[in-house]
């Protein structure tokens, strides 16, 4: 697929059909993710691939009562469940890079489920110690976000975007690109 | 370009030509940026393209001394300063939130700059203060990252990326997923 046409085309999938997704798909996002670049090249991300139902199930327990990200998670036949090691990536001001790092990783393996018929939804609203004791999540590595994987159910609407000329400024703060 | 091309194919560039970017261009690339998903879709992100030389040697200075990275910022014609509200995200378990949503559309654009021939390389130590008085970046925003843009002299070598065996794992942390 056009890489235009994944970025344009891609949406936040919430409802999913039950078809499978093999294990020879699953690689070849994960081999799109690990691409990235990343703080000096040390790879911070790591991935837990989850078909387990129980498993699933209990993920979606982590995530606030009512959250409508959390039928999803068990209704995809797959779990992706995002970490990353801060001590492989850097710290500046305050900001942690692992995260950084981990959206460079993320938005490849978004985009190359997009173009492979797979719908993705990224959440990060959950319980973190639920979510490591579900997948044994070793103490010094973070979660940092879950989508669930599966085929969708059909294509949402994509969502509003702000326009070019409120976020892109020249030369200077204010002076607006467009 | 194809997805898969794009993401194989891309590189870290540190090394420009000369030639010029042109606004249609970079607009194209911002354009891919904002397409990106995002926390409740608030869309944090803010980009500052930046040309006049003056500026760009002034960013450069705001990198620690004898980095190999700030000559890049001088040579290409181009240099975007990535921006962040953290307002406009979230923050969960002490992650913000905001770093991941750059992450996610900092991909599409340097995705997007290797289709269209172009050359990146992203830049996260800096003096952030020194980078927010070149620009008049407001006290409430977060520089995130820093990086050129241009014609690459030459296409880099693919650097080593750790294999799906070392980062990714099945239903439970250490179970290899190949």
Known sequence: ?????????RRSVRKFNPDPVDDGLIEKLLDAARMAPS???????????????DKRENLSR???ENNPAAKGLVQAPVVIVLCADPSESGKQDGKDYYL?????ALEQLVLAAHAEGLGTCWIAWFDEESVKKVCSIPEDYRVVALTPLGVPQKQPSVKPRKDISEIAYREEWGQSFK
């Open 39 to 53: 703080w000096s090249n040390y790879q911070c991300w790591r991935f837990l691939v989850v078909r387990d139902e």
């Open 100 to 104: 950084l790092d981990a959206g460079l």
């Open 1 to 9: 697929m056009d890489l235009y046409e994944a970025i344009k085309e």
């Open 62 to 64: 982590s995530l606030p």
